[in-house]
């Protein structure tokens, strides 16, 4: 959905979702070549639901960044985070998930920071209702060798 925004008010009349990646904005091949940097934004005014992706699925990690490059080229906070939750939901029918409310299914992302920042981490994560367990080798390797610093390394918990 690159040059999306060029058909933007009929995707709108038509209700048709469009998927994109927000960082894909420089023209990559002759398919592309009216992308921009700000299609999410004039999709987004044009009123047709946006859902973003990235390119290929080891990247995926990679989509709070693309939702935060569309914020900063026009789209409405509350209209990335709507694409990066609740729309999903109701394109692909997911039924009572993306909204917290009672009687919904809910996971739950509790950020440090603004969640569409890349240096931001999750604090608490919230898995059909289950707190889920954040620790990592590389947490426990930090932990390991920032504490205890008057011991050998060997002798550290």
């Not at 789209?75 to 985070?81: D, E, P, V």
């Not at 998930?97 to 996971?107: E, F, S, T, V, Y």
């Amino acid at each position: 959905g690159q040059e999306s925004w060029m058909v933007a008010k009929k995707l709108a009349t038509a209700s048709i979702p469009v998927i994109i990646d927000p960082m894909n904005n420089i023209p990559n091949s002759f398919d592309q070549l009216g992308a921009r940097s700000d299609t999410a934004a004039l999709l987004e005014k044009a009123g047709v639901k946006v859902m973003f992706t990235v390119p290929r699925d080891h990247n995926y990690h990679l989509i709070r960044q693309g939702a935060g490059v569309a914020v900063a080229h026009g789209m409405s906070y509350a209209g990335a985070m709507k694409a990066l939750t609740l729309s999903p939901v109701e394109v692909f029918g997911l039924g009572d998930r993306g909204h917290l409310a009672p009687g919904k299914i809910a996971d739950l992302i509790i950020w440090d920071a603004d969640p569409l920042e890349p240096s931001s981490m999750p604090e608490k994560v919230f898995i059909n209702g289950k707190d889920i367990d954040l620790t990592t080798r590389m947490s426990r390797l930090t932990e390991r060798y920032t504490k205890n610093k008057d011991k050998p390394n060997g002798y550290r918990d």
